[in-house]
């Protein structure tokens, strides 16, 4: 119960920093994506099956304050997160470089996803494809990571320390 | 125990990712005014104002976000500028370069033009004596061009220089009027009263005047006579600028002002033709002798 409204917590905190604060901070025309790093975080620290119902719940809510194509954000994101959740048994490491590096890559992967499912579904106007914004976009996504993991850490910690007393 | 998690976990990975796309394809396929995109709609009613807030509070940091990348574009504007202006700074300086040589060519031609009996070659300086006691500049013509000693240097507006003291077959020595060791035989433009200019190893040349009686005055221009043979006639020399009290031995102590702006010399014109009639061992005798 207390994990699922951490859980839950976490996610309606992430998706308000998404709509509200995200727009705000951005450096020309790339806004870090919140929701796609707390996603990968949390799935870095909670597994594959908690990163998969992260990045679903997180994208879903994200289409649905939005105008993109509901479903392709959660799409993107519920596959990262379970991949992602699948590497933390290879990550021995508590750097917080890791965990950076792999938002990088699955910062550009995200978008490639959403690239090639808008094209799957047709949509008509999409937005050119610029891999200078991509990298622009995981660079920012990459670097608000060092304020974000520290975060999500500390709330996965309290989980298993609470998890333990039981 | 694993395992089965595993499974449970691949399950609902796939459970996931076929709902998601069931959400595309309805998404993609309804109409504006369904389900899915009303929802949308009424979403961001909602989310809205809580946006807008939070732009305000934001806003301090956007502008400070602004300013940072509109300093890195500002920063990038500035070199470009810069190089811009460097850039046509050049050409300004080509430009007045190829002007000024325009005009010491014009007034080269008007020199020719006036002492059709002469003839020129045009020569560029090419360096000056280091020696502070020693009037002299360097030029980049010698034998090899014609040249010979004791042949007669004039500046770009024709006014007399000096006279080459040295030739190499690629260079010569060009002794001005200024320089101590210097005399040419003159006279005043105005009344033809014969002397000899020196040089006094300043920025001025002092004339001797034959006749110690002649009637002389301020702003009298004086000109070559031709005695000495290394001078041809009539080519001015400078502007009496100064008439000294009558010495014991009655002299006047005149000074001349040259015309010729020696010090900033670029380019001369020898005097090829007609050649100095006094061999170098005629003039070293009689060397004040002009």
Redesign the interface.
Known sequence: MHRRLTFFLILIVTLLVQLTVSPEIGIGSVRPDVILVVTLCWALLEGAGQGALFGFFGGLLEGIFSTAVLGVGAFSKTILGYFCGELRQRVVSKSVIWPMIIIFFGSILSELIKFSAWAIVGLEERPPLSFGIIVGFALYNAVITLLVYPVISRFAEREEKAMMFQ | MIER?NQ??RI??IT??I???????V??RESKDGL?HR??RF??DI?SP??K???KV??P??DG?GFV?DMGKARGERDRLQEEVDELEEKINELEEAERENEDLKSMIAVQESNPDIDFLVVDVIGANPDIWERTIQIGAGYSSGLQEYMAILSEDGNLVGRIILCTSQASIVQLITDEKSSVGAMLQENGEMGIVEGEGGDSVRLELLNQDADVKMGDVVITSGMGGTCPPGIPIGIITEIGERKADLSIGILIEPEARLTRLEKVMVVVSPPPSTSPLEAEAGEKGG
Not at chain 2, 19 to 25: A, G, P, R, S, Y
């Open positions: 998690q449970r976990q609902l990975i996931l990712v709902i998601c796309i069931l959400l595309v394809t998404y993609s899915f929802l949308q979403s961001m989310i809580l946006q807030g939070m732009s934001f806003s940091v956007k976000i990348v």
